[in-house]
């Protein structure tokens, strides 16, 4: 299935009815939008908390998805991804 496109909005959100959003979100869409060699990207993509920091982000992030932490067992190792922002 492909995901949902949108022709008028460069960024699609997705989220799960139970999601609540604790900060805003604009490092990750300036992260999106803006090239890594702009000072808007560059500081965005510095300010992100990712799951891997040793790894290089491409050059265009297509996207961005959460780990489903709260749906897991405390002791598996791997976290499922959240299906509702994705």
């Given amino acids: 299935a492909a995901a949902p496109r949108s022709v008028a909005h460069p960024i699609f959100v997705l989220w799960d009815l139970d999601t609540m959003l ?3 979100m ?4 300036d992260a ?7 000072v808007i990207g560059a500081t965005a993509r510095d300010g992100l908390h990712l ?11 297509d ?4 780990r489903d932490i709260t749906s897991a067992q ?6 499922g991804v959240q299906g509702g922002f994705l």
């Fill in 74 to 79: 405390p002791w598996e190792l791997r976290q």
């Fill in 32 to 38: 999106m939008l803006h090239s890594p060699e702009s």
């Fill in 22 to 24: 604790l900060r805003p």
């Fill in 63 to 66: 996207a961005f998805f959460t």
């Fill in 51 to 61: 799951q891997h920091p040793a790894q290089h982000l491409p050059e265009q992030i």
């Fill in 26 to 29: 604009d490092g990750l869409f």
